[in-house]
């Protein structure tokens, strides 16, 4: 972004059918069969990808959907599963990137769905660019009785509605979660994130997200996946970010280059997790490099 901290390029929004689910999907450019996808975290949306597009070349096609449950995108009819978002990612892409490999870049959930799509799809991508989106720590099977039983004590007890009296409310939250943020782009995440009910606002994004998996993570199908991966692969940790620490042995360098052919990665001087929000020219700095030197 720049220093005025104002919109550069506006967006505009389309509406697709996605497995029997309208999609939205936010554009900046040019119309292009060969658009950069945005792919968006954890109860975000692809609006938030704004100051990523205002800070990239004006000839790039850029373009964001919503996963299914958040943004602006419908909320599915019952649970959601992971594997969804593979299938919804393929036809997203066969949609908005018809006749090419697609390049990617995906930040945290939205990195992690790609980066195992790359290794399920894996002549569909030309190469991808991943923020933080390496998975969730290794589990035990062990823990099987204890996740069950949370998951079953939250579907009894129904998932929470957060709403909030105004926009400037939230913005002062994500402020004070993340000092990262300028007042500016605090406002437009709120903005974003949320929608009006009466005189309040409500996050946008499906509660039944916030109810737990009842299955737990397993890491070792991700790193079958992420063998598979044949294309240039850029990961950029934040700084400031807990992804190592939280990861411990699984969240070094010389993990991660155990695991993919052709990986680079980069660490964000001063960034969190959230560096897309909080640092923008830098992360498409280290793109359009990233571009540049794949092809």
């Given at each position: 972004?720049?220093q005025?901290?104002?919109?550069?390029?506006?967006?505009?929004?389309?509406?697709?059918?996605?497995?029997?689910?309208?999609h939205?999907?936010?554009?900046?450019?040019?119309?292009?069969?060969?658009?950069?996808?945005?792919?968006?975290?954890?109860?975000?949306?692809?609006l938030?990808?704004?100051?990523?597009?205002?800070?990239?070349?004006d000839?790039?096609?850029?373009?964001?959907?919503?996963?299914?449950?958040?943004?602006?995108t419908?909320?599915?009819?019952?649970?959601?599963?992971?594997?969804?978002?593979?299938?919804?990612?393929?036809?997203?892409?066969?949609?908005?990137?018809?006749?090419?490999?697609?390049?990617?870049?995906?930040?945290?959930?939205?990195?992690?769905?790609?980066?195992?799509?790359?290794?399920?799809?894996?002549r569909?991508?030309?190469?991808?660019?991943?923020?933080?989106?390496?998975?969730?720590?290794?589990?035990?099977?062990?823990?099987?009785?204890?996740?069950?039983?949370?998951?079953?004590?939250?579907?009894?007890?129904?998932?929470?509605?957060?709403?909030?009296?105004?926009?400037?409310?939230?913005?002062?939250?994500?402020?004070?979660?993340?000092?990262?943020?300028?007042?500016?782009?605090?406002?437009?995440?709120?903005?974003?994130?949320?929608r009006?009910?009466?005189?309040?606002?409500?996050?946008?994004?499906?509660?039944?997200?916030?109810?737990?998996?009842?299955?737990?993570?397993r890491?070792?199908?991700?790193?079958?996946?992420?063998?598979?991966?044949?294309?240039?692969?850029?990961?950029?940790?934040?700084?400031?970010?807990?992804?190592?620490?939280?990861?411990?042995?699984?969240?070094?360098?010389a993990?991660?280059?155990?695991?993919?052919?052709?990986?680079?990665?980069?660490?964000?001087?001063?960034?969190?997790?959230?560096?897309?929000?909080?640092?923008?020219?830098?992360?498409?700095?280290?793109?359009?490099?990233?571009?540049?030197a794949?092809?």
């Open positions: 972004m720049s005025s901290e104002s919109i550069r390029r506006p967006a505009r929004y389309e509406e697709l059918q996605v497995r029997g689910l309208r939205r999907v936010v554009w900046w450019g040019k119309p292009s069969e060969t658009p950069l996808v945005l792919l968006h975290g954890f109860k975000d949306s692809g938030t990808w704004q100051f990523v597009v205002d800070c990239l070349p000839t790039w096609s850029c373009v964001a959907p919503d996963w299914r449950g958040f943004g602006g419908e909320w599915a009819p019952a649970s959601y599963w992971f594997p969804d978002y593979f299938a919804d990612l393929d036809a997203l892409l066969d949609a908005l990137v018809p006749h090419h490999p697609a390049r990617v870049v995906g930040h945290s959930m939205g990195g992690h769905i790609a980066s195992l799509f790359a290794g399920i799809r894996t569909r991508l030309s190469w991808l660019v991943n923020l933080e989106g390496m998975g969730l720590p290794r589990s035990s099977p062990a823990a099987a009785p204890a996740r069950y039983r949370e998951w079953m004590d939250q579907v009894r007890s129904g998932p929470k509605t957060q709403r909030y009296h105004s926009v400037e409310q939230l913005a002062t939250l994500l402020r004070a979660r993340n000092p990262r943020l300028t007042a500016f782009r605090a406002g437009f995440i709120a903005e974003a994130w949320t009006a009910v009466g005189e309040r606002r409500e996050l946008a994004a499906d509660p039944q997200h916030s109810i737990v998996n009842p299955l737990l993570y890491r070792d199908e991700a790193e079958a996946c992420w063998r598979a991966v044949e294309v240039p692969v850029l990961l950029l940790i934040g700084e400031e970010s807990e992804l190592r620490e939280r990861l411990g042995a699984d969240g070094t360098d993990y991660f280059r155990s695991l993919f052919q052709d990986i680079r990665i980069a660490t964000m001087p001063g960034c969190g997790h959230m560096m897309q929000h909080e640092d923008p020219q830098s992360v498409a700095d280290r793109i359009m490099e990233f571009a540049r794949a092809g």
